[in-house]
C-alpha cells in the first residue's frame, strides 16, 4: 500500500477507554479517522470493525519476571477467543534480550493459534502497523485485491513462453 493509499483511507476504530490508549487514538484522530471509546472491550484493544481485526497494545514491563504464567497471558487468550484476527503489538522503544524473549515466548506460547506479533518501537509505528492491515484487510480493499490478482494471473497465462509452450504442447 502506498502511503497516499494510507492517507485517504478513513475508517471507523473502536478503542478501550485504558489510558495505554490514548496517545494512539489522538492519531488516529488526527488522521481523521472515526474513533469510539469503549469500556466493554479488552483493556487495551483496539477494533476495526471494517476489516473484522483487532489489536493489544502490551508493553514488556507487563510481563512477569519469568515469562511461564501471568496476567498478561491470560488477557491475551481472552483476546484470541473473542477476535478470529487478532495482532499483538508488543511496544519496546528498544529490543534487547528481554523484549525478544518475550517475543519468543508469546509466540511459542500461541504457535498454531490465530495471534500475530507485531514489534513496535513507538506510538507512530503502532498506529503505522495497524491502519496498513487494517486497510489491506478491509473489505473493498479484499475484493480490489482478489480482482487485480485474478486479472495479473490472465495476464501472466496469456504472455507467459512457458504457458504458450504448454500449449502447443496439448495441441500435438
Not at 116 to 128: A, E, G, M
Amino acid at each position: 500500500m502506498s502511503s497516499n493509499t494510507s492517507n485517504s483511507w478513513k475508517t471507523t476504530v473502536i478503542i478501550s477507554t485504558s489510558p495505554q490508549c490514548d496517545k494512539p487514538s489522538n492519531m488516529l484522530l488526527a488522521q481523521q479517522h472515526r474513533i469510539r471509546r469503549s469500556d466493554s472491550i479488552l483493556p487495551s484493544s483496539f477494533v476495526f470493525p471494517t476489516s473484522g481485526t483487532a489489536f493489544l497494545l502490551v508493553t514488556p514491563e507487563e510481563f512477569p519476571a519469568n515469562l511461564e504464567n501471568g496476567e498478561v497471558f491470560e488477557r491475551v487468550e481472552k483476546f484470541m477467543q473473542v477476535h478470529r484476527n487478532s495482532f499483538l503489538l508488543l511496544q519496546a522503544p528498544v529490543y534487547g534480550i528481554r523484549e525478544w524473549e518475550i517475543l519468543s515466548s508469546v509466540q511459542n506460547r500461541f504457535l498454531g493459534g490465530n495471534l500475530r506479533v507485531l514489534p513496535v518501537h513507538n506510538t507512530s509505528d503502532v498506529v503505522r502497523g495497524m491502519l496498513v492491515i487494517a486497510e489491506a484487510t478491509s473489505k473493498p480493499r479484499v475484493e480490489n485485491l482478489r480482482g487485480q490478482m485474478v486479472l495479473a494471473c490472465a495476464h501472466i497465462i496469456d504472455h507467459c513462453p512457458v504457458w504458450q509452450m504448454l500449449k502447443e504442447m496439448q495441441l500435438r
